[in-house]
């Protein structure tokens, strides 16, 4: 099987969108669950549904791929599943290391999901001493003074980065000057990284700052809404800043204590 280091995705070299490109994922995701139940062929609307996408944009990215489907018949799904499998690289071995082994990189490193996906951990690497020769998962974990070592004698190209904020700039620095040409970032910070490394930030408390919003929207658009035949009328919209004309604290720019509007968290 080849490794990742020596044979590169093509998506880029044939000119697929990246935002088809994110959507792979997907379409492989609700494909590997059809072929699991032995199902031989699926509709793109059943499919599009399945991967919570538009059925024309589905036929769309499948056009990029050379794939148009049959018509009356559909997608033939295992045929799919390899196709979509080749074109993200994944009929390939994909050598990780995972810098950073704390709650978070543990459970990464326990996460079956890398393995059947072609992605092989080569090592764990942690800056604490004390972790030195701990197995995680059945791998020990070694120092992060082997870190260009390992790399090169895994032929690494792909880095998981999971360590506190204050060290992630740093790690990262080492794993590109070692030959790291992909990073997946669980720090909750930006790298900086130069042209040709490929970096992926995943921030959990982002995502839940976004869902924070739109659960603060759904709650205002109920409070808003009147009862079903009661003939209210709206009140005049008000600033969320600034209480009403004649109340308590009106003049202040913000409302009084039994009054604050909530604010958005940033991002």
Same mark, same amino acid.
């Given at each position: 099987?080849?490794?990742?280091?020596?044979?590169?995705?093509?998506?880029?070299?044939?000119?697929?969108? /990246?935002?088809?490109?994110?959507?792979?994922?997907?379409?492989?995701?609700?494909?590997?669950?059809?072929?699991?139940?032995?199902?031989?062929?699926?509709?793109?609307? /059943? #499919?599009?549904?399945? =991967?919570?996408?538009?059925?024309?944009?589905?036929?769309? @990215?499948?056009?990029?791929?050379?794939?148009?489907?049959?018509?009356?018949?559909?997608?033939?799904? +295992?045929? #799919?599943?390899?196709?979509?499998?080749? /074109?993200?690289?994944?009929?390939? @071995?994909?050598?990780?290391? !995972?810098?950073?082994?704390?709650?978070?990189?543990?459970?990464?490193?326990?996460?079956?999901?890398?393995?059947?996906? $072609?992605?092989?951990? =080569?090592?764990?690497?942690? =800056?604490?001493?004390?972790?030195?020769?701990?197995?995680?998962?059945?791998?020990? &974990?070694?120092?992060?003074?082997?870190? +260009?070592? !390992?790399?090169?004698?895994?032929?690494?190209?792909? $880095?998981?980065?999971?360590?506190?904020?204050?060290?992630?700039?740093?790690?990262?620095?080492?794993?590109?000057?070692?030959?790291?040409?992909? !990073?997946?970032?669980?720090?909750?910070? &930006?790298?900086?990284?130069?042209?040709?490394? @490929?970096?992926?930030?995943?921030? #959990?408390?982002? +995502?839940?700052?976004?869902?924070?919003?739109?659960?603060?929207?759904?709650?205002?658009? /109920?409070?808003?809404?009147?009862?079903? $035949?009661?003939?209210?009328?709206?009140?005049?919209?008000?600033?969320?800043?600034?209480?009403?004309?004649?109340?308590?604290?009106?003049?202040?720019?913000?409302?009084?204590?039994?009054?604050?509007?909530?604010? &958005?968290?940033?991002?």
């Amino acid at each position: 099987m080849a490794t990742g280091r020596t044979h590169r995705p093509a998506t880029r070299s044939r000119g697929i969108p /990246e935002a088809t490109v994110a959507r792979l994922p997907l379409y492989l995701r609700a494909l590997t669950a059809l072929s699991e139940r032995s199902v031989p062929t699926v509709s793109s609307e /059943e #499919l599009a549904t399945a =991967a919570g996408v538009n059925s024309a944009k589905l036929r769309k @990215d499948f056009s990029y791929l050379g794939s148009y489907g049959t018509r009356g018949v559909g997608y033939d799904v +295992e045929y #799919l599943v390899y196709q979509i499998s080749r /074109e993200l690289g994944l009929t390939q @071995d994909w050598p990780v290391v !995972i810098v950073g082994i704390g709650n978070l990189g543990a459970a990464l490193a326990n996460y079956g999901g890398f393995a059947s996906r $072609g992605f092989r951990v =080569a090592a764990l690497i942690d =800056a604490d001493p004390a972790m030195a020769g701990k197995p995680v998962a059945g791998i020990p &974990v070694q120092h992060t003074d082997e870190l +260009e070592k !390992i790399i090169t004698d895994n032929g690494v190209s792909i $880095g998981v980065i999971a360590t506190p904020a204050g060290a992630a700039q740093q790690v990262c620095d080492r794993l590109v000057a070692a030959g790291i040409t992909s !990073i997946l970032n669980f720090a909750p910070t &930006v790298l900086s990284v130069p042209d040709g490394v @490929d970096v992926r930030k995943v921030d #959990l408390s982002i +995502e839940l700052q976004i869902l924070a919003f739109h659960e603060q929207r759904k709650a205002g658009e /109920e409070v808003a809404a009147p009862e079903e $035949g009661a003939g209210a009328v709206s009140p005049p919209p008000v600033s969320p800043h600034r209480a009403p004309p004649g109340a308590p604290g009106a003049d202040s720019g913000r409302q009084g204590p039994d009054g604050d509007v909530p604010a &958005v968290m940033p991002a």
